[in-house]
């Protein structure tokens, strides 16, 4: 694919960047989900490749759903196995800011280099060198296309990667930035020997016993506002001691908010710890709920972002309802 000159120029920088430094600390956002988790392993995959030494880290644990993509046993979760080693060379995946990568910060030395791979719209081009693109419909995308920059041969193992992130960021296929480029990179890693199907079930269908007993209670709280444009979801601390989920099961769960019938934006209400909660926004697609989320401190896209919120639930809910109510009327 021929693409645009600054996009080009991008590539070269990346690669550079990585050719120049060795060492690397790779990291993704906090509580990753599978383009975050995906970029992660690809990453450390094309650093393999050019015998580069690099460390694979996130604040927390990543999800064991992918445990099956190469990479993934070789991640560090810093809450677990905490380092006073500092690093000089980063790179940054999927991640729209600075602090979407939590404590991993303090692990950087004072002459960081840092290379940010990302494809938000909000990313504010934090680091030493830049790899962004808006349109990307994932991360994975921007590092496939470095893979072939580079003139590197993607392999299964880094395939099942590429094809995993652009699965879960695009819904399945199904949502809007499913762009024919996305679907001539998925028919390339089917042709390399992806299980599309198999990976697709595992990912997309199957629902753990947690997971379903966590979503019965979630439905029942299901409310709506604004003429039933508005609809969302709370899951409490309560709820998931009670259910033995973990954060791994409330992945999805935004969705079905967002599907009802006539509602332009669906939210989940996440309570992460007393007093902290996590709120996911999904639009139908009139409301840009990224710049919802940014003004409270968040981030992520038009029609998918997210924010924290300092408060309790109740005070989440209604301070939301008053920020997306202003958005639809």
Same mark, same amino acid.
Not at 166 to 180: A, E, I, K, W
Not at 198 to 220: C, D, F, G, K, P
């Given at each position: ?40 392993? *690809? ?70 280099? !840092? !290379? ?21 419909? $994932? ?6 296309? #470095? +893979? ?7 392999? #299964?193992? &880094? ?22 480029? %996305?679907?001539?990179?998925? *028919? ?11 990976? *697709?079930?595992? %990912? ?8 379903? &007993?966590?979503?019965?209670? $979630? ?34 769960? %935004?969705?079905?908010?967002?599907? +009802? ?14 007093? %902290?909660?996590?709120?996911? #926004? ?10 919802? *989320? ?23 809910? $209604? ?8 958005? !639809?009327?």
């Amino acid at each position: 694919m021929n693409h645009a000159p600054e996009y080009v120029q991008q590539l070269e920088a990346a690669a550079k960047f990585i050719e120049q430094h060795d060492d690397f600390l790779v990291v993704s956002h906090i509580q990753p989900d599978g383009d975050a988790a995906s970029s992660t392993y *690809a990453t450390g995959w094309i650093l393999k490749q050019l015998g580069k030494s690099f460390t694979m880290i996130n604040e927390g644990a990543m999800p064991s759903k992918f445990s099956y993509l190469w990479g993934s046993d070789q991640v560090i979760d810093f809450s677990k196995e905490s380092s006073q080693r500092l690093y000089q060379s980063i790179i940054s995946v999927d991640c729209a800011d600075f602090s979407r990568m939590g404590k991993i910060s303090t692990l950087f030395d004072e002459q960081v280099q !840092l !290379l940010n791979i990302d494809h938000h719209p909000t990313n504010d081009r934090f680091g030493s060198c830049h790899l962004i693109k808006h349109d990307a419909a $994932a991360t994975v995308q921007i590092l496939y296309d #470095l +893979v072939i920059h580079m003139n590197l041969v993607p392999t #299964l193992e &880094v395939g099942d990667c590429f094809y995993t992130g652009l699965l879960t960021d695009t819904g399945g296929f199904r949502y809007s930035n499913t762009t024919p480029e %996305v679907m001539r990179i998925g *028919a390339s890693l089917l042709e390399l020997g992806v299980q599309g199907s198999v990976i *697709a079930e595992h %990912v997309l269908e199957r629902l753990t016993y947690s997971q379903t &007993v966590l979503l019965q209670r $979630a439905l029942s709280t299901l409310s709506f506002a604004h003429d039933r444009k508005l609809a969302w979801l709370a899951v409490s601390l309560a709820d998931l001691e009670i259910t033995g989920a973990s954060s791994d099961d409330l992945d999805g769960l %935004v969705n079905y908010p967002r599907n +009802v019938e006539g509602v332009e934006v669906g939210i989940l209400f996440k309570e992460k710890a007393r007093g %902290v909660i996590k709120v996911s #926004l999904r639009s139908a697609g009139r409301v840009d709920v990224a710049q919802i *989320a940014q003004s409270l401190g968040g981030g992520g896209h038009v029609r998918a972002s997210g924010c924290t919120i300092h408060g309790t639930l109740d005070e989440a809910i $209604a301070r939301m309802v008053q920020e997306v109510g202003t958005e !639809l009327i």
